[in-house]
């Protein structure tokens, strides 16, 4: 039986990152919560994603299994020309551990949403394990009522609905009264794994990984192509984002869209033969049209908030999307810890003053982390002016700069302040 001082029931619509990190984050501080995903949750799809110490700090709060997830931590990095493989910038990870508190990580996305599943689901743990509902379409919200339709024309009602399923989410129409569509940046990405052990293999391109574990790679092409490139899995697979520019009416995001090799080879002809060597051994090449969307004025209605790329889409270039869905997830465990069926029932606005108090922690640090995502770590001067309306102080210029930016950020300390402040 459900009492007035019961902890708030929340229903979370995606079990990605940012719906379990939700998940973990209200079932840590009491809150019953229930994860409906539309997918089966049996083909996990994605390549790899940086863990930055403004989130690795939260994810080892939270007992998190760096081993059992097979992190690799990022120890140095170089900038070299894509053309010709000279370096033009070479530089070391070893302060970022004790500057921030936490180590910089670098993932397989299965591997994170494995581990994070465990911590929602599991009995391990404070609070009441969250639970998935797979095969759940959800077809329509009542942001008053705080129910949702799935397509099999159920209903299930909650205290509060997070929305976390992504940028494509039909829950910005019932905050905003429109769906906030992306549009297509004219840039593309092609995704893949390759194993560490097939690039050893051949002596033309055993050097670029030999002895060389947890290294960050970026090279350049004269026409703006760049590629990405770390380890995961322990650096026993080898993750790629080559960037190249698209011009292409196409708006859907699909990590799952296949491509032939030879487009990949093609695209990227006028690379070192060594990289397109390294580019032959990819057995199965994705392509990511990369999609952005203006940061949006209201992150809530009534009981339907959002969280993740549903808030915020952003671009790779700052490795940051994953780590701000993650901080999402904290900042709502904070202004949602201790309340009360109760509180909800006394007070008509009590649910709506602690989203609002979410959505003002949140919302600039996450716009103007999207607009930095715009551009590389060395365009700061390209942004300079789309930002200001969210982001106070000097503007970041240079990778340096933004790891400052980025990494030293600590959403539980601003939450817990801001809480403090609001007094509520």
Known sequence: MTTSNSPLDV??????????????????????????????????????????????????????????????????????????????????????????????????RVDLHEELKRLATTSEGPGKPAVIIPNSKVDDYDVEAGTITLSNSEVHKADLIVAADGVHSQATKHILGSLQYPEHTGQSAFRFLIPTADIIADPETADFVKDDDGRFKVFTGVRGNRIVWYPCRNNEEQNFAAIFHEDTSETKEDWDASVSGEKLLEEYQDFHPAILAVFRKAKSVKKWPLLFREPLPAWYKSKLVLVGDAAHPMLPHQGQAGAQAIEDSVALGVVLNGVTKTELQNDPNALAKRLELYQTIRRRRAAAMQIFSNFGQDQGDKCAEAVKPYHDGPIPMNPAEFIVYNFSYNVKDHSEQALKDAKL
């Open 11 to 108: 229903i979370i619509i995606g079990a990605g990152i940012s719906g379990l990190s939700t998940a973990i984050a209200l079932r840590r501080i009491g809150h019953n919560v229930k994860i409906y995903e539309r997918s089966n949750l049996k083909n996990e799809l994605g390549a790899a994603i940086h863990i930055s110490p403004n989130a690795s700090r939260i994810l080892l709060s939270w007992d998190f299994d760096v081993k059992r997830a097979r992190f690799v931590k990022a120890m140095k990095t170089y900038i070299a020309s894509g053309n010709t493989l000279q370096k033009f910038y070479e530089g070391s990870y070893d302060h970022v551990e004790p500057t921030y508190g936490a180590a910089w990580y670098l993932s397989h």
